[in-house]
């Protein structure tokens, strides 16, 4: 967590060079009695509205990564797996996991959706999200002959033992 800890540093000192120019950091005594430099922000504030471009900008490419995986064949509860997805108690972690991808429509009653291509097929797909479970009603798009399409619905028919007429 360390190393990671100094790379944001890193970009957040490059954020501000690029913000504010190279005032923006200033190199200091790491303490007292002591001669070895560090760099350090000149203004904390500009440092935290640095800090929140790069988790902005870090939380939407870590939505486009999520919607890329989605393209890829991962379920939505991978992806909460991966996000580590904190639900409400009604919730399961796939559509928690949907609901903070997913962008809010242009109305307020409009349906949440986001599209992918899918691997498999090379069609792009609209997905509705994990809420109805059969996988035609979940996703759009699919061609015909996309075997992760088909292996999909069949999965479901197998566990759920429903067979559309």
Known sequence: MTEIRHRVEKIVTDVLIAQDGPTAIVSVPIGHGYSTLVDRPTDYLA???AVRSVIDAAERLARDY????????QSWDEVAAELQA???E???PGVA???WVAPNPPQPYDRITISWVC???SA?????GPFSGHPDDDEEGHLASCTRHQN?????HRRTGWERE
Do not use: F, K, N, W
């Open 47 to 49: 440092a935290m509205g």
């Open 66 to 73: 999520a919607t890329r995986a989605r393209g890829a064949g």
């Open 86 to 88: 904190v639900t409400d």
């Open 90 to 92: 009604d919730d399961d």
């Open 97 to 99: 996991a949907y609901r």
């Open 119 to 121: 691997a498999s097929c």
């Open 124 to 128: 792009r797909v609209t997905d509705h």
């Open 152 to 156: 999909e619905v069949a999965d479901y």
